[in-house]
């Protein structure tokens, strides 16, 4: 069967109680294709809710993710989709471009879904760069308790679990899931010495004005094994990291 294509206005439509009966019929191969302009991205918890209730089985960035040219606020949404899609197990097409005073950014990115290519400009041979997340499943996730947050980074270079209690910390970890100024998460002098603690550990990104928080929320176990590189005998082996 061929893959049907879909928008994020048809996904809507499917995942609204008027399109449930319609959204069964819909064939398991759909594509969910979308564009890389920020204005044209849903919110990445939006489509978190969406897709489990429609059969989608990828989704597809339409073009290559630019990052070299995209403005800052597109590349933190996208980099919010890439982690709710690892989230919830779906599947992700997508190319990567960066300059190469960008090279810096794949260590913090690719315990997200692999693109599928990654251009470097102005680099005279081919780039060649090992994405992590193709190879280890589970570099980078968190958990949600009551009143903390427990964080496991099993990068090589970190490798340490976290547990952040602290509710200014907190809520600029949960305020920036979806991508947001840097202005928004530092009003007051707490909240920016939480947020450049968070920078410091790793767990958000800032990219110019904007930041994202990088932790993939782990919703159950195992997730997202294909889509972030591992299978399930090797989830298999690490099931004892997360309980419930």
């Known amino acids: 069967m061929m893959n049907a294509l879909m928008d994020i206005g048809e996904l809507r439509t499917r995942a609204s109680d008027q399109g449930r009966a319609s959204a069964r019929s819909w064939p398991r191969a759909a594509t969910l294709t979308l564009g890389t302009n920020g204005a044209e991205l849903p919110p990445a918890t939006e489509l978190a809710e969406l897709l489990p209730r429609v059969p989608v089985a990828r989704v597809q960035l339409a073009e290559s993710a630019d990052f070299s ?22 599947g992700v097409i997508w190319s990567l471009i960066l300059g190469v005073e960008q090279l810096d950014l794949i260590p913090q990115l690719d315990h997200l879904p692999a693109p599928d290519t990654i ?12 994405w992590r997340s193709s190879n280890n499943f589970g570099l980078l996730y968190f958990r949600k308790g009551p009143k903390y947050l427990s964080v496991v980074d099993q990068r090589p270079e970190s490798s340490r679990r976290i547990i952040v209690e602290d509710p200014a910390m907190m809520d600029v970890f949960l305020q920036a899931l979806e991508g947001c100024a840097w202005a928004e998460v530092t009003r007051t002098p707490q909240y920016a010495a939480a947020a450049r603690d968070l920078v410091n550990m790793g767990l958000l990104l800032c990219v110019g004005d904007q930041c994202v928080t990088l932790p993939v929320h782990m919703r159950s176990w195992p997730i997202g094994a294909v889509l972030l590189g591992g299978t399930l005998a090797s989830a298999g082996k690490k099931s004892g990291d997360v309980k419930g």
Not at 69 to 90: K, N, Q
């Open 69 to 90: 040219a995209l403005p800052d606020r597109a590349i933190v949404r996208i980099t919010a989709l890439l982690r709710e899609c690892s989230s919830i197990g779906a």
């Open 119 to 130: 251009t470097v400009l102005e680099e005279r041979s081919p780039f060649v760069s090992k």
